[in-house]
């Protein structure tokens, strides 16, 4: 059976490619600028297939690949050339799932079988870097986010995602409910709202839907379903939607009365933990320990092809990435079941999501 994915997955094909074939890995930062000064010379990557886990090292200008059975050995160059050849055929695509025989009779060389790297957790590949700093060739995991295809979800959706509120200061009869939830205009979800606050009700955060969703987040910082609720209401009832530009806008109301005179970044040093913790590990569903799944940090692959590492180690640079590159947006209402008006044991109630993505 050929192989066929979209930009994205066959984005993860061309990461292994073209870092084989620089034999180093560039840091960025937070404006996925590449900083020549620092760098990691790759010692050996590690890639799971369908049928085991694959290793890439290095014998002078050749990349050893150990299989399940046999020993492989590729010319550096034959990686380089297949790079340039691959980001041009993504680029060129204008199909959502497409096929790339010559790519895939190059990988089939080396028993590579799969598009998208076999794993169940947030690392896409796994790398031995040697760290001059430290002198030690750490085994990292990092995911691939790629800017040759759509852009990547940080947190995806879902009723796990759903924030509950209370309407206070607002009796509605049946009727008045159900009008309210149907204006079905463009920004619907906002309208909702300002006919609440045109009514004089108002929105009081309650919990999260998801109990483990909102553990996590205690886990992480105590104030943070707090915060995020407000985040996510600040979001729907303005034209704000990049991350930076909503801290901004929370800090400047404060919500959680801190004191700002000292000007300590309460709430973007809590919102950058928070975004950290989802890139490397944390799911809404699942319980979060604090074990990162994603150790070394993540991989962009950048329209021109050039990969930039955000490494767990220059934690400064990966948390500016991540604030700065990443914007909150409206998710399928009817899909998570939020953003309409319900009665709950003669209680008011609302609902709204949370979801993230990269900024292209």
């Known amino acids: 059976m050929s192989l066929s994915g979209n930009k994205g997955e066959w984005s993860e094909v061309y990461a292994l490619f073209k870092i084989l074939s620089d034999r180093k890995l560039f840091a960025g930062d937070k404006n996925l600028n590449r900083l020549d000064e620092l760098f990691f010379p790759i010692v050996r990557i ?4 369908v049928v085991g886990t694959y290793e890439y090292s290095y014998e002078s200008e050749l990349v050893v690949i150990k299989g399940i ?14 790079a340039l050849y691959l980001l041009n055929k993504i680029k060129e695509s204008k199909t959502s799932a497409f096929q790339i025989k010559e ?6 060389l ?43 979800t940080l947190l995806n959706a879902g009723s796990t995602t759903n924030f509950v509120y209370k309407i206070n200061n607002l009796i509605l009869t049946d009727n008045e409910i159900f009008e309210i939830n149907s204006i079905n205009s463009r920004s619907k979800i906002k309208d909702r709202i300002e006919k609440i606050y045109e009514k004089n009700g108002s929105l009081e955060f309650l919990h999260t839907e998801s109990p483990i969703f909102g553990n996590n987040l205690t886990l992480i910082d105590s104030a ?25 806008k ?16 309460f709430y973007s040093y809590k919102i950058k933990r928070f975004l950290t913790d989802v890139a490397l590990g944390m799911m809404p569903s699942l319980v979060w320990t604090g074990n990162l799944d994603a150790t070394g940090g993540y991989l962009i692959v950048k329209e021109s092809g050039e990969i930039i590492c955000y490494h767990i180690y220059n934690r400064n640079s990966f948390e500016d990435y991540l604030i700065f590159n990443t914007k909150l947006e ?5 899909r998570h079941n939020f953003g309409t008006i319900y009665r709950e044991s003669d209680v008011l109630k609302f609902k709204l999501n949370l979801q993230i993505r990269f900024v292209r």
């Open 103 to 108: 790519i895939e009779d190059f990988m089939k």
């Open 250 to 265: 929370i800090t400047e109301r404060n919500p959680i009365k801190y004191d700002l005179d000292t000007n300590h970044p």
């Open 330 to 334: 409206t998710a399928s209402s009817t």
């Open 224 to 248: 943070l379903p707090i915060i995020l609720s407000e985040f996510v209401i600040l979001y729907f009832t303005s034209n704000v939607s990049n991350t930076c530009d909503l801290v901004d």
């Open 69 to 82: 059975d046999e020993v492989i050995k590729i010319p550096i160059f034959e990686f380089q050339k297949n």
């Open 110 to 152: 080396f028993q590579c079988f799969s598009i998208k790297a076999q794993s169940s957790v947030k690392s896409d590949i796994r790398i031995v870097l040697h760290d001059s700093r430290t002198g030690t060739d750490p085994e990292l995991g990092f995911s691939i986010k790629s800017q040759l295809g759509n852009a990547s």
């Open 46 to 49: 590690f890639r799971d297939e």
